[in-house]
């Protein structure tokens, strides 16, 4: 089944809205289990935070008078990506670029995978 924006927006707001009431009351450090996977209610909404603000950056990146996403939620991605990584990249890249060619919508350029040396093949860290 294809789906058009509009349904898509409508059941991304409606799953993302489930999973803010499910954790609202839950601490941050109790379990819980989604997709058949097992995480800390915390880590679920900063999984939910870095997704959508990956998807923020992706969506606008071809509209130039569009706001970015928040350079909180940047940060919270530029963080997993680090985690992913086991370190701080090695590169002095603005958070945007490091979450477009971590997740692999950016391809990255010889001197990049240079500077990254082996930890290059790993890219796209998530996508």
Request: proline share 5%; net charge negative; hydrophobic share 45%.
């Given at each position: 089944?294809?789906?058009?924006?509009?349904?898509?927006?409508?059941?991304?707001?409606?799953?993302?809205?489930?999973?803010?009431n499910a954790v609202a009351d839950?601490?941050?450090?109790?379990?819980?289990?989604?997709?058949?996977?097992?995480?800390?209610?915390?880590?679920?909404?900063?999984?939910?935070?870095?997704?959508?603000?990956?998807?923020?950056?992706?969506?606008?990146?071809?509209?130039p008078e569009a706001a970015g996403?928040?350079?909180?939620?940047?940060?919270?991605?530029?963080?997993?990506?680090?985690?992913?990584?086991?370190?701080?990249?090695?590169?002095?890249?603005?958070?945007?670029?490091?979450?477009?060619?971590?997740?692999?919508?950016?391809?990255?350029?010889?001197?990049?995978?240079?500077?990254?040396?082996?930890?290059?093949?790993?890219?796209?860290l998530f996508s």
């Open positions: 089944m294809l789906l058009d924006f509009r349904q898509l927006r409508e059941l991304y707001l409606e799953t993302a809205a489930a999973t803010v839950t601490a941050s450090e109790l379990p819980v289990s989604t997709q058949g996977h097992v995480l800390t209610a915390g880590d679920l909404m900063l999984t939910l935070a870095v997704e959508a603000t990956v998807h923020h950056l992706h969506l606008v990146v071809d509209l996403p928040s350079s909180a939620g940047l940060a919270a991605v530029r963080a997993t990506l680090d985690g992913l990584l086991g370190r701080p990249v090695p590169l002095d890249w603005s958070d945007e670029h490091y979450a477009r060619a971590a997740t692999g919508r950016t391809p990255l350029t010889d001197a990049e995978r240079l500077a990254l040396g082996a930890d290059a093949d790993r890219f796209p």
